[in-house]
């Protein structure tokens, strides 16, 4: 079973401000769980947290049943490109890059991919699977919000990743475009990865399998 686990983890930043407070939580593998709490209750924390991203004061991190607290920067580089894909409010493309470039992107640090052919193809692949397949050869500034976060969850598939973490992924979008972006994250999690969004937005209720509620660093199960 594949799983990210927090056990006990507290995040303190500058030693006051406590925005993890004990929290114990589990994502596994085929399931949407998404994590709900006002601006500043500790969700983007959580998932940094979650993606090793950031580091936590306290408690321990597991990603597939290995402690990370023990890995070096190199290791926990590495679980981050095989492991996990991220999708950000912003959708951090690169404006320079067509949209499958940007997809191949994550696949030229992984060296499983012999050739620069093969990586188009899994770009052609993936674009497809979001629908976006008549944009491949686009430049983001010719793309929709939605369409660019569509993109952007491509990517965050490039290397196959057991699980995709999404922050405010419908943060900038309108509400035909954000319950487009939460049906793929459905898709993913329907096809086997693990998908934690944390959102203010009430509308990914209604695809999550379970949800968690934020507050003031707790985390509590709804
Ligand atoms: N890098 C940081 N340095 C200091 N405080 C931070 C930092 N990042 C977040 N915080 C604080 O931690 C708390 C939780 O923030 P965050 O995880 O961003 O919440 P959310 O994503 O729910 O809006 C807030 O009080 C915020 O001000
Ligand atoms: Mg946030």
Same mark, same amino acid.
């Given at each position: ?109 992984? /060296? @499983?991919?012999?050739?620069?052919? %093969?990586? +188009? &193809? ?10 976006? !397949? $008549? ?41 035909? /475009? @954000?319950?487009?972006?939460?049906? %793929?994250? +459905? &898709? ?10 944390? !959102? $203010? ?22």
């Amino acid at each position: 079973m594949k799983t990210i686990e927090l056990k006990n983890v507290s995040k303190l930043y500058n030693k006051d401000v406590c925005a993890l407070n004990n929290v114990s939580f589990t994502v596994n593998q085929g399931e949407f769980v998404a994590v709900m709490g006002q601006s500043g209750s500790g969700k983007s924390t959580l998932l940094q947290i979650a993606g090793l991203l950031d580091s936590c004061t306290s408690g321990e991190v597991l990603i597939n049943g290995e402690y990370v607290s023990e890995l070096d920067k190199n290791k926990l580089a590495d679980i981050r490109m095989k492991t996990l894909g991220f999708v950000f409010q912003s959708f951090h493309l690169n404006s320079h890059l067509k949209v499958y470039e940007n997809i191949m992107v994550p696949m030229l640090i992984n /060296n @499983e991919f012999k050739n620069r052919a %093969e990586m +188009k &193809k899994r770009a052609e692949e993936l674009v497809e699977t979001v629908g976006l !397949s $008549h944009r491949i050869d686009h430049y983001p500034s010719e793309l929709s919000g939605g369409e660019q976060q569509r993109a952007a969850i491509a990517r965050a598939m490039a290397n196959d990743p057991d699980f995709i973490l999404a922050d405010e992924p419908t943060g900038n979008l309108d509400s035909k /475009n @954000e319950i487009m972006i939460f049906e %793929e994250l +459905k &898709k993913l999690s329907d096809s086997g990865k693990g998908v934690l969004v944390v !959102s $203010h937005n009430e509308a990914v209720m209604d695809f999550a399998d379970r949800i968690c509620i934020m507050k003031d660093g707790v985390l509590s199960e709804n």
